[in-house]
């Protein structure tokens, strides 16, 4: 089977700076992968070089075989990229339900019932409906933006460090909605809290200094604890 998702030998930049320079991750359907590695190694740029935000330099993007290279981001997010960034993304001045219509592309009886089952996994977001997102606490306001990215038929979803800024209750809860929010989604998850990546992903990649140093089962990285210290700095 194609994979769904496939970097290969990527090299992107911002300006003058070659940010990525050798990043390969392959993500088939259905899978939970976690993108992992120390603070500046390079995630969000990863993340943000698949949406077309960085320029690609070199190597490859496949979509389902297609390539993605060089396309707008508008269209890059129509062909089934989810994109949930850090800063969360979400529109201040919106109630939740007026941020969740502005990011539906139809309003057809699937993505309604997706609604209705963002709903469910966050019932803060049922409660506070009609409320502006500025009001919204830290862990809502991820919540939200993940249901953003949720109420579309999307293949796969890219999420950047969810547990950021968060208080260990909200980290966990959060755990707990990802890991439900997999069984029916693709997800490619960047993060540093080591316990959220093992609780969500299956699958690991590392990177370092903008390249991937390592792959493997996160079974096998929660036993490799010389390598987490190596690379994570956990222990
Ligand atoms: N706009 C920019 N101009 C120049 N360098 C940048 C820019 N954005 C990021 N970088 C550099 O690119 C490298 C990778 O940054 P990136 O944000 O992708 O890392 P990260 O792994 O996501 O780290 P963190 O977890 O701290 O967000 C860092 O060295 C950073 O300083």
Redesign the pocket.
Known sequence: MNPLLKAEDLVSY??L?T??QGVSVEIHQGEAVALL????????????TIMGL?NTRSGSIKLDGESIVGKPTYEIAKMGIGYVP?DYGVFDELTIEENLKIAMWKEDKPTLEKRDYVLDLFPDLKVAYKRLAKTLSGGQRQMLSISRALVNENKIILI??PSKGLAPVVIERLALALKEISKSTTILL?E?NFALACAVAERYYM?DE?KTVDEGTIKELIEDTELQRKHLGVI
């Open positions: 911002i300006g700076y940010i990525l590695g120390r603070n500046g190694a390079g995630k969000t740029t990863f993340l943000r960085v850090e950047d460090e960047v540093q990177i903008g």
